[in-house]
């Protein structure tokens, strides 16, 4: 029909530009993952600028996957993410109806807890990592120290003396090992998110209908029954939508594990790109695209599981 | 079996008293009806009952026992809501299975008893539908269905029927009453409209700021109002009440004369007026007459259709026999 030519030529510079922005990397990546690319090669200089001539396949592929590294990072990824939505989600709805009732200064403490989520990442991470959990200068290390010192104390203590020599001496836990880094990027991303669970869930434990809860009151419902049987229903929703968001933010995380660790042991898959692109753009191309599969298959697996609570 | 009585049950949210202390009592198998304008405390009177609110003094007897201090769902009443309240993530089955789920009964026993409740309020097509692909009156039924179930000893209805459109309302009016009849427990029910009360009641509850104006039968309401208020909120269309001289002609400060006690008469009536409003339902005619001397327009009510419009005049004679007469306190005389 004429009279549409003109609102879809006023579209176009809108849908053009769009395209672009999401083809024209898209299609690089996909690109340099099909042949070799490298920064920096003293033997072979020709693969150090991207040409058709360096096809190399699925190689980049081949190599990526069978890397260990990759599968750790993947490992990791999956760690971080599905420990953070699991701790935000179960504090969030915890602390959610802790502050749904009326208490004095409400309104403060609404606003306190809200303030993590405006703090920067990485302003986060360098607090979290230096001031808290620090072996030796940290809050950590404090404690530790001052738990050591107190059972050292009552050691000497006339009647539970011999009970308390038998304690070992704390040692703390040094966050930014391999092992353990991983649980600091969780603790700090779990502290930082979970307001945003709060806010989400709060509001929603605010349209609770309230003679629903009479009616459950008068039918004999106990509390854990009531939160059972109507609270955590009604919370469905809300809580897909927190799992959802928190899951697309989370698999790109990179400025709390950069701090923590720079990567020592603890790389996702980001940060696992994020080095190989220093150097191999062909392989960090071809994890990318991995990643981007990655992302598809859980956005699928949570639009479905959204999908699902809203038809209800 | 669930004999209700309340002793100087009162009510405070605050400084504010919602509810004086008042008496009342509920014979067993009774259908009571508290019914007064909004904010008259007619659904806090009900929550007190339920035990959904706790009462500043007073006590609450139900069964013989003085259940003050029970838990609400240790007192052995059922409540339908206003709003149905009934819960939304639940089939049908499961909504009118969980009083009894939360008694810990035995499943089989549970579906025994959900079919029976089903089947009598005609729900057993819809039993694994959720409630928000029910319309309102199946909304209702359920509702009620979820308190039958418990076998209470006495229901509580607050306005059950107040969201529901005027000709499902007069059905389920007629299925309320019916399940009265078969089940024979008491019932309380709060609504503001009149005549849903005088349909439904064995005993009528007028209140009003939280104090028991008058308690009787429909007719006892409708034949000798106590005082003021519940001559002008008994009937419909409202009583004429009229104050002035023609009052005092009669040994009262206000008289009042039900529309339906004011005969249109050919000529030689007792007022002449001339007719503001004509309201013709086929059954019945509302007239508004506005009567030379009278502060207030007269509402008369004739039996079928009779042939009279706006600005005409026409001759009234009310049935004297049929006269309230109100003192100055508002007190009925005689």
Redesign the interface.
Known sequence: MANRTIPRLLQTPAIVLLLFWMLVPLSMTLFFSFIRYVLASTNRPEWTSPSISNWRGFGNYQYVWNQDSFWLAIHNSLLIVCSILFLTVILGVAIAILINRTFPGRGIVRVLLISPFFVMPAVNAVLWINMLLDPVLGLQGTAVAGANDLVALLRDAPVVGSFFSLWPQFEPISFRATQTSAYAVIMMVTWQWTPFAVLILMTSLQSE?Q??K?????????RW?QFR??TL??L?RPIAIVVMIQAIFHLSLYAEIEIVSRGNGNKNLPYYIGELVNNNIGAASATGIFAVILANIVAIFLLRMLGKTLM? | MGRIVLQKVSKKFGEIEIIPPLDLTIEDGEFAVFVGPSGCGKSTLLRLI???EDNTSGDIIIDGNTVTQVP???RG???V???Y??????TVRKNIG??LR??KMDQAEIDVKVNTAATSLNLTDYLDR?PGQLSGGQRQRVAIG?AIV?EPLAFLFDEPLSNLDAALRVGMRMEILELHNKLKTTMIYVTHDQVEAMTMADKIVVLQAGVIEQVGSPLELYRAPRNLFVAGFIGSPKMNLITGPLAAKHGATTIGIRPEHIDVVASGGTWEGTVSVSEHLGSDTFLHVKVAGFEQVLTVRSIGDIAVKHGDKVSLSPRLGELHKFGADGLRIG
Do not use: N
């Open positions: 209908d003679q629903q009479e009616a459950a009151i008068l039918d004999g419902a106990s029954s049987f109507l229903p009604h469905a209800e | 339920a035990g959904l609400p769902s240790k009443l059922a409540m809501f206003q709003s309240a009934l819960y939304p993530h639940m969980f009083p939360m008694e959720k979820r418990r």
